[in-house]
């Protein structure tokens, strides 16, 4: 191990291509949020967290829905604070720059906060991406240009994407991924996941390429798995027994994953190449944990089983288990989303990957005892649904249904799940869930509150 030197988007334009037929447009200057006459519509949307209820997360702190909605990007771990991608201007006083942004709501006191800027205010906002947060919301993970001459901000021409660290509630903003010329032959870098209180952050350098022909790449140096570790501000550089599959003169792969432990002391990745320093010489795709302070790797303990590659995607709060995506197949012969137990090996099938009626996407909770998940419409495949699956006996609850239980009757795009396996937090272009003033634009963010108890398996 060795330490480094330290527009609006598409979605917004064409979600609705007539205002008239999906409910998008400016708030009239009457509408019942902006006016404290219509206390019922005020009251839906600041209500409390009761089983089944639907607040909106895309509003600011007046309780005004966002003028041009929002898509969701993380939720904490109690399912108060929210983190969003959205264009709207009235979400934060002084929002004039016309493109996306990052925004904190808190849902308990109604505050908004703008992520993406310097400490001094300044946003960021070129090739702007969301990944994640700590599980408080105190520290917020995303990707945007570094500004002019390479440092973490400053307003000028673009120059490299770089991972960066926020604090929400002091404002200090720290360069977590390093600049690309302080590592040979890198050319970007992938972001892992961030540990629950934020002090450590795993990503991947992607090495820069070479085109041999006939669509044959090799890589030009070796894939790297580094760790941002916060109270050092040092990058931690495990890719001398961590070997991803990404090498010189290696077929370029670019599916690797970095998932940190809790305590932030291992980080779980799978690879094709075998790992001389963990005895693996079976020339398969494994799972493999690297310990971040030693650098040894070891085996993560999933027996061989098939012909999928093992994708980790997360650990339990505890750090016990780490889920685990196999998409074609699985330990007990079925592809889907398993919990392994690392200390015995044992799985658990927590999500079926069936063929027809496929997931599209997932979260899974603290505990792995729930998970949430989006389905195409199987009777139409034009609409997308969100669900919560509870591992412990399969059953299955829409999540973008409103309070009475009424089905949404729009899209659903982008979601998370809280780390307390009690909330969901979802984009979605429905227009049932709550009571929302006149012309209200179709795509919002909004939190349900699951019903039911979540038993850890």
């Given at each position: ?60 702190a007046a309780g005004a829905p966002g003028n041009i ?17 959205s264009p709207s201007s009235n979400l934060v006083p ?364």
């Amino acid at each position: 191990m060795t330490t480094l030197p330290l527009s609006r988007p598409v979605w917004a334009v064409f979600a609705c291509a007539a205002l008239a037929a999906c409910g998008g447009g400016a708030l009239d200057a009457d509408d019942s949020v902006a006016n404290a006459s219509d206390a019922d519509a005020r009251a839906t949307i600041s209500s409390a967290a009761s089983p089944g209820a639907v607040r909106l997360a895309s509003a600011n702190a007046a309780g005004a829905p966002g003028n041009i909605g929002g898509q969701v990007c993380d939720i904490s771990a109690d399912g108060q604070q929210v983190l969003m991608r959205s264009p709207s201007s009235n979400l934060v006083p002084g929002d004039s720059n016309f493109k996306d942004d990052l925004f904190l709501k808190d849902l308990a006191t109604g505050a908004v906060t703008r992520v993406n800027t310097t400490a001094a205010g300044v946003p960021i906002t070129t090739r702007l991406t969301c990944h994640g947060m700590s599980q408080d919301g105190n520290w917020v993970v995303f990707a945007a240009d570094s500004g002019g001459s390479g440092q973490i901000y400053v307003p000028g021409p673009e120059i490299e994407l770089t991972l960066m660290l926020k604090n929400t509630r002091t404002g200090e903003l720290l360069r977590v991924s390093p600049p690309r010329n302080s590592l040979p032959n890198i050319s970007g870098f992938t972001f892992g996941s961030i540990t629950p209180d934020g002090s450590r952050v795993a990503f991947i350098a992607q090495p820069t390429t070479s085109y041999l022909g006939a669509y044959n790449f090799v890589a030009n140096g070796p894939a790297r798995l580094l760790v941002y570790d916060r109270p050092t501000q040092q990058v931690l550089d495990l890719s001398a027994t961590a070997l991803l599959d990404a090498g010189p003169g290696l077929f370029y792969q670019t599916n690797n994953r970095a998932v940190i432990s809790p305590d932030g002391r291992d980080v779980a990745f799978d690879a094709r190449r075998d790992q001389p320093a963990a005895g693996d010489t079976n020339g398969r795709p494994d799972l493999l944990l690297v310990g971040v302070d030693t650098g040894t790797v070891r085996l993560a303990g999933l027996a061989p089983h098939g012909v999928s590659s093992p994708a980790p995607q997360r650990f339990t709060a505890d750090g016990q288990r780490l889920v685990v995506d196999l998409q074609n197949d699985g330990p007990v012969g079925v592809g889907g989303l398993y919990a392994l137990t690392l200390a015995t090996g044992g799985t658990q099938l927590l999500l079926p990957f069936g063929q027809a009626n496929r997931p599209r996407a997932y979260a899974v909770d603290d505990t792995a005892s729930r998970v949430a998940f989006t389905r195409n419409d199987p009777a139409t495949a034009q609409r997308r649904y969100a669900f919560v699956r509870d591992t412990a006996t399969g059953s299955e609850q829409r999540a973008d249904r409103s309070a009475t239980n009424v089905d949404g009757n729009g899209n659903t795009t982008t979601f998370a799940i809280s780390g307390n396996g009690q909330q969901v937090a979802l984009g979605s272009s429905s227009t049932n869930l709550l009571r929302l003033p006149r012309n209200t634009f179709a795509w919002q963010v909004y939190v349900k509150t699951l019903l039911g108890t979540p038993v850890a398996p």
